[in-house]
């Protein structure tokens, strides 16, 4: 995959075995959905003596891999309500 001006993803082989990863083990599903949050982090403002200093931008924004992220907590979830019959109230 090329992404614009030419360049190469080189996130490609990581973005593919994210995308790729299947629960197995209830256990290992819990830990993603509990490690992985529900929304994108807020953004925050840095002040000092009342005036902002630093703006940081919403986390989901600095991360390349944002969307498999997100696509493996919801294959996670998927999985334990589906496969295992659990209630993933807690996790939403």
Known sequence: MKLLGGGVDWLLPLRTWLN???FKRPAIAHRVCQLIPTQCPF???IRVLGKRVLRIP???KLN???EEV???RFRALCYLADECGEDVSAYV
């Open 43 to 45: 953004a925050r403002d």
């Open 70 to 72: 997100v696509g493996l």
């Open 20 to 22: 790729g990863l299947t």
């Open 64 to 66: 390349p891999l944002y």
């Open 58 to 60: 919403p986390l989901c």
